[in-house]
């Protein structure tokens, strides 16, 4: 499976959020998937990565020509994407993904997993994805997510197809089932969901 990783360029404020990309790039390799990130070797991309290397796992790496040029660039991927745009790099990171997953990160992070939610949301696949909600990181936005729902924004059904596992074991367990649970797709005009 190839699992599309979002996160951010830079570590943050907490150890465990290194930890987490670590873990989660050494789960990649140990389950024999593929990691398909941003291509960048800074901050939690850069942890990712590496335990997906030294673990053995394909990596492929989406990165812009300017990103390269700044010489943020990953050294020994299977493969290295190079896009002109981010726009490019986000239709491509979701065209390689199988299955997609949010680290903790910044404004960027927010945007591409925020993208998933659209196309979970429009039956566009993926039919789920998982945001890595490390020592709480994500329950802000599922707060947020939540207030939509009630104010009638958003659907439940699309909400519980948007997973917020609190560790990388309790993410290798969603993933293992992620084929086998009853996806309830929301009714409703396609118009209407999209907004």
Not at 146 to 173: A, G, N, T, W, Y
Request: charged share 25%; hydrophobic share 40%.
């Amino acid at each position: 499976m190839n699992i599309t990783v979002y996160c951010g360029s830079n570590f943050g404020d907490n150890p465990h959020f290194e930890e987490a990309a670590h873990d989660l790039g050494a789960w990649i390799a140990r389950a024999g998937h593929t990691l398909v990130y941003g291509g960048s070797s800074v901050g939690l991309m850069g942890a990712v990565s590496r335990a997906a290397i030294e673990g053995g796992a394909p990596v492929i790496g989406v990165e812009p020509e300017f990103f390269i040029e700044a010489g943020v660039a990953q050294h020994d991927l299977t493969e290295l994407i190079v896009v002109e745009t981010m726009g490019e790099r986000k239709s491509k990171m979701i065209e390689l993904g199988d299955a997609f997953v949010a680290l903790p990160g910044g404004v960027g992070t927010l945007e591409e997993i925020s993208e998933i939610f659209t196309r979970v949301r429009l039956d566009m696949g993926p039919h789920e994805c998982f945001l890595l909600n490390i020592d709480g990181f994500y329950d802000p936005l599922r707060l947020f997510l939540q207030s939509m729902v009630e104010r009638r924004f958003f659907d439940q059904c699309d909400l519980d197809r948007c997973h917020f596992p609190r560790s990388v074991e309790e993410l290798e367990r969603l993933l293992a089932t992620a084929g086998t649970r009853r996806i309830v797709r929301c009714d409703g005009p396609l118009l209407q969901k999209a907004g």
